[in-house]
Every structure is written in C-alpha cells, then in structure tokens.
C-alpha cells in the first residue's frame, strides 16, 4: 500500500505580496501536489513556483514551469523529481488582490 501525506501549510494567509511557504521534508515521497485555495475571491492573477532544496536553507527554482491562473477559487501544481525539500512561492501580478489563501501540500510515496 502507498504511503500518503497531507500538510496544510498556510491557513488565512493574506496575500499582499510574494510569498514562500515554510521548507517541508518531502525525502521519502515521490511524487507532489501544490494546492492553493483563494478562501475569498480575489482580483488579478497568481503564480506558483516550486522551489527545492537538498538541506532546507538554500533555495533554487525547480525546472518545472510555473502554474498561473486567476485569484479565485483552487489552483493545483504538480511536482516530481524534487529531492529532499519543498517549498511553495506564490507571486501576485501587480494590481493583484487575493485575500485568504489557504496551501496545502500532498504527498504519496
């Protein structure tokens, strides 16, 4: 049977700005999905990047293309191949207002 994990990360962030979730340890796990729940409509649009890590404490983008989409409702984004860390950067285009975010983290072996 395949292990799964499931972290919510954020919950009631106020999104005003460009934002990176906590590191999360993800070494054991094969595969990754992003989920970004807009608990208020915003206006504007969002971009997700993974970042990844080999220690938790030094950051580069992962070769993933980012995921975009408009500030309301759920966006999801994928990963594989990521290593032993994880972390979320959510970007707001300019003029964006997307209040209440809520990231979640999934996780299966």
């Known amino acids: 049977m395949r292990e799964s994990q499931t972290a919510v990360l954020e919950r009631g ?17 094969g595969e990754a999905r992003w989920f970004v729940q807009f608990l208020e409509r915003g206006s504007g649009s969002v971009s997700l990047h993974s970042q990844i ?3 938790g404490l030094t950051w580069v983008d992962h070769e993933d293309a980012p995921v975009s989409g408009e500030a309301a409702g759920i966006l999801t984004a994928p990963v594989r191949d990521f290593g032993h860390w994880l972390r979320l950067v959510v970007t707001p285009a300019e003029g964006t207002v997307a209040p209440l975010v809520r990231i979640v983290l999934s996780l299966k072996e």
């Open 13 to 29: 962030l106020d999104l005003t700005d460009q934002w990176a979730t906590e590191p999360f340890e993800t070494a054991w796990a």
């Open 53 to 55: 890590s080999a220690d």
